[in-house]
């Protein structure tokens, strides 16, 4: 009997497209003003000092923005990276700049599941802050409440059975009553190695039977209490 549902975002509960069209080159263009900017904010300043530690070398702010501006064009999911990433959306979000992406399924279908008496949780590659951000500001509303609590890359990488078994271990619920959704295959095999299980989202290609993990187009053919 599944207890709890971790979901993944991008390409599940949200448009790949919105994350990689419209946030990364948000961010990408705004990083070098808003670190100059505001290098001397403690949070900022806590980030630079983590980013220089993954880097191995004291580098000035001029050079520190030229290797995060790297990162975010290898897509590296570097943590210091990708917190500083969730402060300049926060400041999109602010601006009405943009608004978070949710597909119309998923947020029904979440907020069915939470009266049901389902937890729902968030695992995502992204910054919790980030993650916060883009439910608190959608075209339906504010939808953190519906979220018991959120992980990011500090429980570890999402292609990592390891990672799965943390997030278990801290929900205090056995890995067979946790239900993974995501549109990414080594994610799923990584759950399910935990012991989750397990649903691939495949919205935009034909349902495969004969698939590795479950498939479902969208959220709203997805039945926990089957599983």
Do not use: C
Request: proline residues 4%; charged residues 25%.
């Amino acid at each position: 009997m599944i207890k709890a549902i971790v979901t993944d975002i991008e390409g599940t509960t949200s448009s790949l497209s919105f994350v990689k069209e419209v946030l990364f080159p948000y961010a990408r263009v705004k990083l070098a003003s808003f670190v100059r900017s505001h290098a001397d904010d403690k949070a900022v300043k806590n980030l630079l000092a983590d980013a220089r530690k993954e880097v191995g070398e004291p580098l000035d702010n001029e050079a520190l923005i030229t290797q995060l501006i790297q990162w975010l064009d290898e897509d590296k999911k570097v943590t210091p990276l990708k917190s500083l990433q969730g402060l300049i959306w926060e400041a999109g979000y602010r601006q009405g700049d943009f608004k978070g992406h949710v597909y119309q399924d998923a947020a029904e279908t979440l907020k069915l599941w939470r009266t049901q008496g389902l937890d729902l949780y968030v695992y995502s590659s992204g910054s919790v802050y980030a993650q916060k951000l883009l439910f608190a500001h959608t075209e339906y509303g504010d939808l953190t409440a519906l979220f018991s609590g959120y992980f990011d890359t500090h429980v570890g990488g999402k292609r990592e059975p390891a990672s799965y078994a943390s997030i278990a271990a801290q929900l205090h619920i056995p890995a067979g009553q946790l239900l993974f959704l995501s549109d990414i295959k080594e994610e799923l095999d990584a759950a399910r190695a935990a012991g989750f299980k397990t649903i691939w989202l495949n919205r935009d290609a034909p349902i495969a039977d004969q698939a590795e993990h479950p498939q479902a187009p969208n959220f709203g053919v997805i039945r926990p209490e089957s599983l």
